[in-house]
Structures are given as C-alpha cells and as structure tokens.
C-alpha cells in the first residue's frame, strides 16, 4: 500500500491519502461504501468517441470479472445493515445487472434495497436499478444499484 503525505489535489491536510487495489486489498469496516467500477465507458460514448474505437467485445468479460473481484471483496468491508452502492458510466447488461446477480448468487447476506425517492422516477427500473439511458434521457449513461448487507 502506498501512503500518499502533504500537499495534493485536494488540498487537505487532515486527511491521509491512500493508493490500493479494491480486488484485494483490505479496508476498515464501513457504514456505507460506493463502488464507481471501471468499466468500458458506453455510458458516455457520446462525449468520449475515442471509446467507440479502443473497445471491443472480449473488453466486457475482462472489466465484468473486474468489477465481480471489485464487489466481492470491498462488500466483506460494509457493517451489518450498511448500504452499497454499485455504480458503472456503462450502458451493457454484462457489466451491470449480471454483475449485481453473480454478486447476489454469491451473498446471500445482501439484498437490492430501494432507491431513494430524490432520484428521478424515470430513471428508476422494475428492478430497482437505476439506468440513464442517453437516447432516452439525454443524459450520459448510468447504472447504479443500491445494496444492503441485512447479516
């Protein structure tokens, strides 16, 4: 792990700085924790064509197992009755909602929990998923789910 010390970008002082490996590395335990996973940007292809031609289909295996080992291991991390939140700029179902099932089939201690009423309805799917579409919304795309460790 390496610390980072000082002056930064964020110019705090009162705040230690750490650079870490989600898939691996170990964290303290936590109320609630947000997973912004890479992943392969079509959520945001409209802004970012240079995406459009450095990605290809093998990409959404090897950022799907990614994120998995991402989830899996920061979720051992959320107290008991803690909320987490995973979150991709990706558009695919291969990054997204099979994800959070693998995920769910692996943990049976967590479960979808609602998404807040401040967040637009028209955003908000069946499965309690939120997804921003671009040709539908005129937003960048997105897709977050909000989990909760119930044990």
């Not at 979808?112 to 919304?137: G, S, Y």
Request: aromatic share 8%.
């Amino acid at each position: 792990m390496q610390y980072l010390y000082g002056k930064n970008r964020h110019c705090k002082k009162n705040i230690i700085w750490s650079l870490k490996d989600a898939r691996k590395d170990t964290y303290v335990k936590a109320d609630k924790i947000l997973i912004d996973a890479p992943c392969s940007g079509t959520g945001v292809i409209g802004r970012r064509t240079d995406i459009r031609w450095r990605r290809r289909e093998s990409d959404l295996k090897k950022f799907a197992n990614v994120q998995l080992s991402i989830i899996n291991n920061c979720s051992k991390y959320l107290k008991k009755g803690g909320v987490l939140v995973y979150a991709t700029c990706s558009i695919e179902p291969e990054e997204n909602l099979m994800v959070v099932d693998k995920f769910l089939n692996l943990n049976s201690n967590f479960v979808v929990d609602k998404i807040p009423n401040n967040v637009p309805r028209q955003w908000v799917n069946r499965n309690k998923t939120l997804n921003v579409l671009p040709h539908q919304h005129g937003l960048d795309g997105i897709f977050a789910i909000r989990m909760k460790k119930i044990f």
